[in-house]
Antibody, heavy 119, light 110 residues
Framework: EVQLVESGGGLVQPGGSLRLSCSAS????????MHWVRQAPGKGLEYVSA????????YYADSVKGRFTISRDNSKNTLYLQMSSLRAEDTAVYYC????????????WGQGTLVTVSS | QSALTQPASVSGSPGQSITISCTGT?????????VSWYQQHPGKAPKLMIY???NRPSGVSNRFSGSKSGNTASLTISGLQAEDEADYYC??????????FGGGTKLTVL
Protein backbone atom coordinates (compact mmCIF):
# COMPACT_ATOMS: atom_id res chain seq x y z
CA GLU A 1 0.00 0.00 0.00
CA VAL A 2 1.38 3.38 -1.00
CA GLN A 3 1.80 5.75 1.93
CA LEU A 4 3.04 9.34 1.95
CA VAL A 5 3.44 10.92 5.37
CA GLU A 6 4.34 14.60 5.60
CA SER A 7 5.83 16.24 8.67
CA GLY A 8 7.55 19.44 9.68
CA GLY A 9 4.70 21.90 9.40
CA GLY A 10 3.91 24.46 12.07
CA LEU A 11 3.82 28.13 12.97
CA VAL A 12 6.67 30.29 11.75
CA GLN A 13 7.23 34.03 11.70
CA PRO A 14 7.45 35.98 8.44
CA GLY A 15 10.97 35.75 7.08
CA GLY A 16 11.57 32.46 8.86
CA SER A 17 12.43 29.01 7.57
CA LEU A 18 10.94 25.56 7.78
CA ARG A 19 11.77 22.15 6.32
CA LEU A 20 9.02 19.76 5.34
CA SER A 21 9.63 16.03 5.01
CA CYS A 22 7.64 13.34 3.26
CA SER A 23 8.29 9.73 4.15
CA ALA A 24 7.28 7.38 1.34
CA SER A 25 6.54 3.66 1.44
CA UNK A 26 4.77 0.98 -0.55
CA UNK A 27 6.45 1.74 -3.87
CA UNK A 28 9.96 2.04 -5.32
CA UNK A 29 10.54 5.66 -4.35
CA UNK A 30 13.84 6.00 -6.20
CA UNK A 31 12.37 5.56 -9.68
CA UNK A 32 9.58 8.14 -9.43
CA UNK A 33 9.61 11.90 -9.78
CA MET A 34 7.88 13.54 -6.82
CA HIS A 35 5.89 16.72 -6.35
CA TRP A 36 4.68 19.23 -3.76
CA VAL A 37 1.24 20.84 -4.07
CA ARG A 38 -0.16 23.36 -1.61
CA GLN A 39 -3.59 24.68 -0.68
CA ALA A 40 -4.11 27.95 1.13
CA PRO A 41 -7.03 28.00 3.61
CA GLY A 42 -10.31 28.03 1.68
CA LYS A 43 -8.48 28.22 -1.65
CA GLY A 44 -7.66 25.90 -4.53
CA LEU A 45 -4.69 23.67 -5.29
CA GLU A 46 -1.40 25.24 -6.36
CA TYR A 47 1.41 23.28 -7.98
CA VAL A 48 4.58 24.24 -6.10
CA SER A 49 7.60 22.11 -6.94
CA ALA A 50 8.83 18.90 -8.51
CA UNK A 51 11.99 16.80 -8.57
CA UNK A 52 13.15 14.05 -10.91
CA UNK A 53 13.77 10.54 -9.68
CA UNK A 54 17.53 11.05 -9.23
CA UNK A 55 17.23 14.63 -7.99
CA UNK A 56 19.04 16.04 -10.98
CA UNK A 57 16.15 18.10 -12.27
CA UNK A 58 13.87 20.40 -10.30
CA TYR A 59 10.97 22.77 -10.95
CA TYR A 60 9.58 25.65 -8.91
CA ALA A 61 6.49 27.77 -9.33
CA ASP A 62 7.29 31.45 -9.79
CA SER A 63 5.66 32.17 -6.43
CA VAL A 64 8.34 30.20 -4.55
CA LYS A 65 11.34 30.34 -6.88
CA GLY A 66 14.49 31.42 -5.08
CA ARG A 67 12.97 30.79 -1.65
CA PHE A 68 12.09 27.08 -1.65
CA THR A 69 14.39 24.13 -2.36
CA ILE A 70 13.14 20.63 -3.14
CA SER A 71 15.40 17.65 -2.53
CA ARG A 72 15.23 13.94 -1.89
CA ASP A 73 17.16 11.15 -0.21
CA ASN A 74 16.46 7.94 -2.07
CA SER A 75 18.33 5.90 0.56
CA LYS A 76 15.77 7.08 3.12
CA ASN A 77 12.72 7.15 0.81
CA THR A 78 12.19 10.75 1.83
CA LEU A 79 11.25 13.93 -0.02
CA TYR A 80 12.02 17.38 1.39
CA LEU A 81 10.94 20.96 0.89
CA GLN A 82 13.20 23.58 2.45
CA MET A 83 11.27 26.82 2.75
CA SER A 84 12.94 30.13 3.58
CA SER A 85 12.02 33.82 3.54
CA LEU A 86 8.51 32.70 4.33
CA ARG A 87 5.60 35.07 3.72
CA ALA A 88 2.04 35.19 4.96
CA GLU A 89 0.88 34.04 1.53
CA ASP A 90 2.84 30.79 1.96
CA THR A 91 0.34 29.77 4.65
CA ALA A 92 -1.18 26.55 3.35
CA VAL A 93 -1.51 22.81 3.69
CA TYR A 94 1.40 21.27 1.82
CA TYR A 95 0.81 17.92 0.14
CA CYS A 96 3.46 15.44 -0.94
CA UNK A 97 2.27 13.82 -4.17
CA UNK A 98 3.32 10.72 -6.08
CA UNK A 99 2.78 10.82 -9.84
CA UNK A 100 1.90 7.98 -12.15
CA UNK A 101 4.80 6.19 -13.83
CA UNK A 102 4.39 8.40 -16.89
CA UNK A 103 4.37 11.43 -14.55
CA UNK A 104 1.27 12.96 -16.13
CA UNK A 105 -1.14 12.74 -13.21
CA UNK A 106 -1.06 12.34 -9.43
CA UNK A 107 -2.21 8.97 -8.17
CA UNK A 108 -1.38 9.24 -4.46
CA TRP A 109 -1.47 12.19 -2.07
CA GLY A 110 -0.23 12.49 1.49
CA GLN A 111 -2.51 13.78 4.23
CA GLY A 112 -0.82 17.18 4.15
CA THR A 113 0.99 19.29 6.71
CA LEU A 114 -0.12 22.79 7.67
CA VAL A 115 2.34 25.66 7.49
CA THR A 116 1.21 28.91 9.10
CA VAL A 117 3.27 32.04 8.57
CA SER A 118 2.28 34.67 11.10
CA SER A 119 3.75 36.97 13.71
CA GLN B 1 1.26 29.41 -16.08
CA SER B 2 -2.33 30.61 -15.57
CA ALA B 3 -4.79 28.41 -13.73
CA LEU B 4 -7.34 26.48 -15.74
CA THR B 5 -10.86 27.93 -15.64
CA GLN B 6 -13.60 26.06 -13.81
CA PRO B 7 -17.04 27.22 -12.66
CA ALA B 8 -16.99 28.15 -8.99
CA SER B 9 -20.01 26.02 -8.21
CA VAL B 10 -22.48 23.57 -9.67
CA SER B 11 -25.44 21.82 -8.12
CA GLY B 12 -27.82 19.00 -8.84
CA SER B 13 -30.43 16.80 -7.22
CA PRO B 14 -29.86 13.16 -6.32
CA GLY B 15 -30.10 10.98 -9.39
CA GLN B 16 -29.43 13.79 -11.82
CA SER B 17 -26.29 14.33 -13.92
CA ILE B 18 -23.97 17.30 -13.77
CA THR B 19 -21.00 18.41 -15.85
CA ILE B 20 -18.03 20.48 -14.71
CA SER B 21 -15.98 22.23 -17.37
CA CYS B 22 -12.27 22.99 -17.32
CA THR B 23 -10.95 25.45 -19.90
CA GLY B 24 -7.31 25.95 -20.71
CA THR B 25 -5.25 26.71 -23.79
CA UNK B 26 -3.48 24.88 -26.58
CA UNK B 27 -0.42 24.80 -24.30
CA UNK B 28 -2.11 22.61 -21.76
CA UNK B 29 -5.61 21.10 -22.04
CA UNK B 30 -5.82 21.44 -25.80
CA UNK B 31 -2.33 20.22 -26.51
CA UNK B 32 -2.23 16.97 -24.57
CA UNK B 33 -4.52 14.14 -23.55
CA UNK B 34 -3.20 14.41 -20.00
CA VAL B 35 -6.11 15.98 -18.14
CA SER B 36 -6.92 14.58 -14.72
CA TRP B 37 -9.67 15.25 -12.20
CA TYR B 38 -9.53 15.17 -8.39
CA GLN B 39 -12.24 15.03 -5.75
CA GLN B 40 -11.65 16.65 -2.38
CA HIS B 41 -13.92 16.37 0.63
CA PRO B 42 -13.54 18.94 3.44
CA GLY B 43 -10.41 18.40 5.47
CA LYS B 44 -9.23 15.54 3.26
CA ALA B 45 -6.53 15.12 0.64
CA PRO B 46 -7.54 15.18 -3.03
CA LYS B 47 -8.38 11.84 -4.64
CA LEU B 48 -7.77 10.94 -8.28
CA MET B 49 -11.04 10.35 -10.13
CA ILE B 50 -10.13 10.57 -13.84
CA TYR B 51 -6.79 10.49 -15.65
CA UNK B 52 -5.69 10.91 -19.25
CA UNK B 53 -8.97 12.74 -20.03
CA UNK B 54 -11.34 9.80 -19.69
CA ASN B 55 -9.80 6.90 -17.77
CA ARG B 56 -11.03 5.85 -14.34
CA PRO B 57 -8.67 4.40 -11.73
CA SER B 58 -9.60 1.11 -10.19
CA GLY B 59 -12.23 1.62 -7.50
CA VAL B 60 -13.74 4.81 -8.88
CA SER B 61 -17.44 4.53 -9.70
CA ASN B 62 -18.41 4.36 -13.38
CA ARG B 63 -20.80 7.23 -12.63
CA PHE B 64 -17.75 9.45 -13.17
CA SER B 65 -16.65 10.10 -16.75
CA GLY B 66 -14.38 12.53 -18.53
CA SER B 67 -14.09 13.99 -22.01
CA LYS B 68 -12.34 16.75 -23.92
CA SER B 69 -13.07 18.98 -26.87
CA GLY B 70 -10.47 21.47 -28.00
CA ASN B 71 -9.20 23.46 -25.05
CA THR B 72 -12.02 22.39 -22.73
CA ALA B 73 -12.21 19.22 -20.67
CA SER B 74 -15.29 18.07 -18.82
CA LEU B 75 -16.14 15.85 -15.86
CA THR B 76 -19.61 14.35 -15.81
CA ILE B 77 -21.14 12.73 -12.76
CA SER B 78 -24.29 10.75 -13.42
CA GLY B 79 -26.78 9.44 -10.87
CA LEU B 80 -25.72 12.06 -8.32
CA GLN B 81 -25.40 10.83 -4.76
CA ALA B 82 -25.05 12.74 -1.52
CA GLU B 83 -21.48 11.44 -1.13
CA ASP B 84 -20.49 13.17 -4.38
CA GLU B 85 -20.79 16.56 -2.69
CA ALA B 86 -17.20 17.83 -2.67
CA ASP B 87 -14.76 20.14 -4.42
CA TYR B 88 -13.48 19.03 -7.82
CA TYR B 89 -10.24 20.12 -9.46
CA CYS B 90 -8.98 19.55 -12.96
CA UNK B 91 -5.30 19.45 -13.82
CA UNK B 92 -3.31 19.31 -17.03
CA UNK B 93 0.21 18.60 -18.18
CA UNK B 94 1.66 21.66 -19.91
CA UNK B 95 4.01 22.53 -22.76
CA UNK B 96 6.69 23.49 -20.22
CA UNK B 97 6.52 20.00 -18.66
CA UNK B 98 4.83 21.32 -15.53
CA UNK B 99 1.31 20.89 -14.24
CA UNK B 100 -1.49 23.38 -13.78
CA PHE B 101 -4.68 23.11 -11.74
CA GLY B 102 -8.10 24.60 -12.19
CA GLY B 103 -9.51 26.92 -9.56
CA GLY B 104 -11.86 24.24 -8.29
CA THR B 105 -15.62 23.68 -8.44
CA LYS B 106 -17.84 23.16 -5.42
CA LEU B 107 -20.49 20.54 -6.12
CA THR B 108 -23.63 20.77 -4.03
CA VAL B 109 -26.11 17.89 -4.02
CA LEU B 110 -29.48 19.47 -3.29
Amino acid sequence: EVQLVESGGGLVQPGGSLRLSCSASGFTFSIYAMHWVRQAPGKGLEYVSAISSNGGSTYYADSVKGRFTISRDNSKNTLYLQMSSLRAEDTAVYYCVKPSWENYFFDYWGQGTLVTVSS
Amino acid sequence: QSALTQPASVSGSPGQSITISCTGTSSDVGGYNYVSWYQQHPGKAPKLMIYDVSNRPSGVSNRFSGSKSGNTASLTISGLQAEDEADYYCSSYTSTSTRVFGGGTKLTVL
